[in-house]
């Protein structure tokens, strides 16, 4: 997978956690300015989470590719 698949593929994962959580809340029909801030916080948390695993699978599955060691530098601080 290319770094721009693999982008498109996190944006995805994403946007469908926020979708999830926004529905597991009812809350998908309202919109976003009704959130509260610790609504949007949860929100970005879990797209963060859903991100940090999809890196790590990326490392696990191809470590020596350029993209895999740039996120594990961005993991690893």
Do not use: C, Y
Request: net charge negative; aromatic share 4%.
């Amino acid at each position: 997978m290319t770094d721009d698949e693999w982008q498109a593929h996190v944006a995805h994962e994403a946007a469908k956690a926020i979708g999830e959580w926004l529905e597991g809340r009812g809350r998908l029909h309202q919109p976003i300015r009704s959130l509260t801030m610790p609504e949007l916080e949860a929100m970005a948390q879990n797209a963060i989470s859903g991100f940090i695993v999809l890196a790590s699978q990326r490392i696990a599955e191809a470590p020596g590719e350029p993209g895999s060691q740039k996120l594990s530098t961005l993991l690893m601080g």
